[in-house]
């Protein structure tokens, strides 16, 4: 038994060193949920009243934590600002809270985010695992021509996503390796703006409706007032909430990550 010491300590050793990262990474998404929360609250008292909706930058902010964050992350940012909001802490426009708000002629916008957030990190969760898919295939492709993976490069595109190519020479595989990150990152930004319309438009879609309910107004009258006005601004702070939120994740490393 005591010549069995050593390893038995060891195993406690190897277990507490294989739960250090699951506990960082812990900490971490428990810390950004929370600096996230806080994010889309300070967002929303930037206000400029225009007619029954106010303009916020929450659509910028949450398009950033969209892309930026992991979907867990994401999801629980949004559903904790809601709950949060619904128990009466001041985290709407206006710095307004309570489940009034909510139920009220133009909560349903509110409300939207609860399905569209889900639904637009569930669009970048299947990109970035097929394009890892695509990685891995490429990959396996090389590994089975020693010829070509001699002379071969391989470049991230910032979704995961490899290409190899020829090396002619050190300059042209240094341009082609940058080229292929350039139209990486291009078209993960491109797949978030989509996201982030995708959520805009589930926010519309539900805020229209409950609108019209609880007002009394035809659905005419409620796009005129509640949506068309914020269209072009949306769509601007969307596209601003992604490129921000990719020199955030290149910066970080973010991405390295998950």
């Not at 406690?12 to 739960?19: E, P, V």
């Not at 934590?65 to 802490?89: C, K, N, Q, S």
Request: hydrophobic share 50%.
């Amino acid at each position: 038994m005591i010549m069995n010491k050593p390893n038995i300590d060891r195993t406690a050793t190897d277990r507490k060193s294989t739960n250090r990262p699951k506990t960082a990474s812990r900490t971490r998404s428990i810390a950004f949920v929370g600096l996230s929360i806080a994010l889309i609250a300070v967002s929303a008292w930037i206000t400029i009243p225009l007619g029954p909706i106010p303009f916020t930058l929450q659509m910028l902010s949450i398009s950033f934590l969209i892309y930026a964050l992991r979907p867990t992350e994401a999801i629980a940012a949004i559903y904790g600002y809601v709950v949060l909001g619904a128990i009466g802490v001041p985290v709407f426009s206006g710095m307004r809270g309570g489940i009034g708000v909510i139920m009220g002629p133009t909560g349903g916008f509110i409300a939207g985010y609860l399905i569209g957030v889900p639904l637009a990190v569930g669009l970048l969760y299947v990109i970035r695992r097929l394009s890892e898919k695509r990685a891995a295939n490429a990959q396996a492709v090389s590994a089975d021509s020693p010829a070509t993976a001699e002379n071969a490069v391989f470049s991230s595109d910032g979704a995961g996503a490899v290409t190899a190519g020829k090396l002619g020479s050190s300059h042209e595989g240094s341009y082609r390796v940058h080229k292929t990150s350039f139209i990486g990152m291009i078209r993960n930004c491109g797949w978030g703006i989509v996201a982030g319309l995708i959520f805009v438009a589930v926010s519309y879609a539900i805020g229209t409706i409950q609108y019209t309910f609880v007002a009394h107004v035809g659905v005419e009258v409620a796009l005129a007032a509640c949506v068309i006005p914020f269209v072009v601004p949306d769509i601007i702070k969307v596209i601003l909430g992604v490129a921000c939120a990719q020199a955030v994740v290149s910066a970080l490393g973010l991405r390295d990550k998950e």
